[in-house]
């Protein structure tokens, strides 16, 4: 969902959505303009929704009949071993040409044959399932392309981007390349921004025509299925891992040893399947081919193996396996370190030491204010009759830091938040000051140290605040409940963190100790009195982005237990939950919290917002009916969030208006044009403010009621449209503007674009 909410986070990897430009971007050109000149480079009389026309709700049953290999690397392999070309498609959620090629075009018989000589390979980074695998490993193929899953597709679109695109991520897309050059891969074309479909469809019909006969297909279904474990295309993939699934003990074992034979050409999905099925002989077989794979496409599933609990000779066996494709492959080098390190013991934070010193309960009470001025009185004073006393300079040190970072602080220094963030910075400039005097004095130790660090961390010293931090933890400080040794801890493991993501994304080797070193400070954080759900959130992102999702989801789970209204920890639930159960999981994990005795006054807005993400998913995986209950369910839980803590009133307005206008969207597909025109007027009487807000597949309230209210109008039914008319004319104007990838117009032509040679 994109809108703010007010416990929203931004956390540190996000995944990056497509800002494509419409492929015959119009702004606020709905029809023709009133002089009769069409500028949009259309047919004359001809809209932009007559010529991509929206996709109805039966289009989007019907299954997908283009053909899309897994990777690249198939492609390619497929490609040379057939001599047939490579087309590359690019797509995007919302963007209504995307939206006429994915629910129309590509399932469409006579669209379908036009692309059966090509190899093809589709990019999307909108994810349409919430995960790639069952819990046994079946894949759960996209609802939108069909024949891949959401992560292959999104996976595959970094790397074509960098191939093909010249820096422009444009949808729909269509590329034509060739392997038959020396120097790498060429473009034949590369044809987007096109107005109509009629030139797209030619260019594909021409690229084929003009390279001379087509070689004839390679069929091997006649062929023993485990023969078939070495092929790269995906038909025959599928064939195995069905094979498989339906087979006795004695097949699978055959295709398991097929697999290890023909280790380099990656049959991981079928290793995939044995390591999570339920047959503790066929997962042994899959764990001993994953520790003599070769093949990167293994990595993913050698992660999945080591997330349950095995024999320590297996481990280590998938661990060095790991270790050996990390030669080529970064990813693995990444899991192989990781698990180095969590198996090792922290040297500079003494995780004994600091549970002993929690042990008590220490928890928060807020400083008192006139007691830190008192202190930082008596330790000016002390330094000015002891001018060269370093105890009394670190003592004035910690008082004006704990002054300038008190709550406080931004309402009692000055009438406005600019002249008091100013004399906050001279505070801790000053702290920064008498820390520095005091080491040049003699200081040492922890306490020095951690006023150093937190001081310069305040003030944007970032590099300095993190080598006095690491400085800092290796003594456990006397007062280890104090907020300064949470603080200084947390800096600890940012440092470690930002240097462990430097490495991976530089593709350097990095020390195991690191890893052992972040777990370790989060481990304390979490039962520090001064720890913070942020600081778990952290960890869980960290941790989940290194591959180590079974340290990941324990700490999540004990993270919510100390903050149960954590809206950075329920993002994290969401993520975990519908990756390891789907969105019908999602729910039902949500309806189980609901039931405790305990549960949270605010667990009904993050149930609200747990139905809305299911709804989208089933949305996108054309289950109409169970979108339809979940969006309900998330209006029933906002307002059962309004009625037990009123101050949620915005953002559950907010959320249920969009989840009314999600409800019309769906009306508008399936044709009824009466209960959309009442469900779009139900979500701007809701909250107006949330008009324009795009949902999780790129569709608003407003753009629904301009789609919508074209139809009325070209039906001629005056009243409806009228109403709709007249709620789009009470909108703040602002609100009805088409979104950022509808306002660019397209250059003139938008015929397909010849390409150079390129490698």
Same mark, same amino acid.
């Given at each position: ?11 540190? @990897? ?7 430009? $419409? ?66 498609? /690019? ?149 195995? &891992? ?29 290793? #995939? ?96 204010? /006139? ?11 002390? %330094? ?7 105890? $009394? ?34 505070? @801790? ?11 040049? @004095? ?95 959130? %952290? ?60 549960? %949270? ?22 289950? @109409? ?14 307002? #059962? ?27 508008? &597909? ?90």
């Amino acid at each position: 969902m994109h809108p703010p909410h007010p416990f929203a986070r931004f956390a540190f @990897l996000l995944p990056v959505a497509l800002g494509l430009v $419409s492929s015959n971007a119009l702004t606020a050109r709905d029809q023709e303009p009133r002089d009769g000149v069409n500028r949009s480079g259309l047919p004359a009389g001809t809209t932009r929704e007559q010529m991509w026309y929206a996709p109805s709700a039966e289009d989007w049953k019907r299954p997908v009949l283009v053909t899309f290999q897994r990777s690249w690397e198939d492609a390619v392999a497929v490609a040379r071993e057939t001599g047939r070309p490579i087309l590359v498609c /690019v797509n995007m959620d919302g963007e209504i040409a995307s939206e006429h090629y994915a629910g129309v075009r590509y399932r469409s018989p006579e669209i379908a044959k036009l692309y059966e000589p090509y190899v093809c390979v589709i990019a999307s980074t909108y994810r349409h399932n919430p995960r790639d695998h069952d819990e046994h490993g079946h894949r759960i193929l996209c609802p939108r392309f069909g024949s891949v899953t959401c992560g292959e597709h999104i996976s595959i679109e970094p790397l074509l981007y960098e191939k093909f695109m010249e820096g422009q991520r444009i949808a729909p897309r269509h590329i034509m390349v060739e392997l038959d050059g020396a120097e790498g891969p060429r473009e034949a074309f590369d044809v987007y921004l096109a107005f109509d479909t009629a030139s797209v469809f030619k260019a594909i019909e021409n690229g084929i025509a003009n390279r001379g006969p087509t070689p004839p297909p390679i069929v091997r279904g006649d062929r023993p299925i485990v023969e078939r474990v070495a092929s790269r295309d995906v038909v025959d993939r599928n064939a195995v &891992e069905e094979a498989y699934r339906n087979g006795d003990a004695q097949l699978r074992q055959a295709l398991l040893d097929a697999a290890t034979e023909h280790a380099a050409t990656g049959p991981s999905e079928l290793l #995939r399947l044995a390591v999570m099925g339920l047959d503790p002989d066929a997962a042994r077989r899959a764990r001993t081919a994953l520790a003599q794979t070769s093949a990167e496409s293994a990595v993913d599933v050698i992660a999945e193996a080591l997330r349950v609990p095995i024999e320590a000779g297996e481990r280590e066996a998938l661990v060095k396996a790991l270790e050996r494709l990390g030669e080529t492959s970064p990813r693995a080098r990444t899991l192989a370190v990781v698990h180095n390190g969590l198996a090792g013991r922290s040297a500079k934070v003494d995780v004994d030491g600091w549970a002993k010193a929690l042990e008590g309960g220490a928890s928060y009470v807020p400083a008192d204010r /006139v007691a830190l001025e008192a202190k930082v009185e008596a330790a000016g004073e002390a %330094s000015r009759t002891r001018p060269d006393d370093a105890e $009394s300079r670190v003592a004035r040190a910690e008082a004006l830091l704990g002054l300038a970072v008190d709550p406080e602080s931004d309402s009692s220094f000055a009438p406005n938040r600019r002249v008091a963030a100013q004399q906050k910075t001279l505070m @801790l400039e000053d702290a920064l000051r008498a820390a520095l005097e005091a080491e040049r @004095l003699g200081a040492t130790g922890w306490r020095v140290q951690s006023v150093i660090a937190i001081a310069s961390w305040y003030l944007g010293k970032t590099r300095e605040a993190q080598t006095r931090a690491e400085a800092a933890v290796g003594s456990l400080p006397a007062d280890a409940a104090s907020w300064n040794a949470a603080a200084v801890l947390a800096l600890f493991a940012q440092s470690r963190q930002e240097a462990i993501i430097a490495a991976v994304r530089r593709q350097e080797q990095w020390p195991p100790q690191w890893m052992t070193d972040v777990t370790a400070a989060y481990g304390v954080l979490a039962r520090h009195p001064f720890g913070t759900d942020l600081h778990v959130a %952290s960890n869980y992102d960290f941790l989940k982005y290194v591959g180590a999702m079974g340290r990941a989801g324990k700490a999540l789970d004990e993270g919510l237990a100390r903050f149960p209204d954590s809206a950075p920890l329920h993002d994290c639930l969401r993520a975990r939950t519908l990756d390891e159960r789907g969105a019908e999981g999602l729910e039902k994990t949500y309806e189980a919290m609901l039931a405790k005795p305990a549960a %949270s006054r605010n667990l009904p807005w993050f149930a609200g917002y747990a139905s809305l993400v299911a709804a989208e998913f089933h949305r996108r995986a054309g289950e @109409l009916d169970a979108a339809r209950g979940a969006y309900e369910r998330a209006i029933a839980h906002y307002d #059962r969030a309004i009625t037990a803590n009123p101050d949620n009133q915005k953002t559950a307005d907010h959320y249920a208006a969009m989840a009314l206008g999600a409800l019309a969207r769906m009306a508008y &597909e399936a044709q009824d044009d009466a209960k959309a025109v009442e469900l779009v007027l139900a979500s701007f009487a809701r909250c107006p403010e949330a008009a324009n807000a795009l949902d999780g597949l790129n569709f608003s309230s407003a753009d629904t009621s301009r789609q919508l209210l074209i139809r009325l109008r070209l039906a001629e039914n005056t009243a409806l449209a009228d109403r709709v008319e007249a709620a789009r004319r009470a909108l703040d104007p602002r609100l009805l503007e088409p979104p950022a990838y509808e306002r660019i117009d397209p250059p003139p032509g938008g015929e397909a674009r010849p390409r150079r040679r390129r490698g």
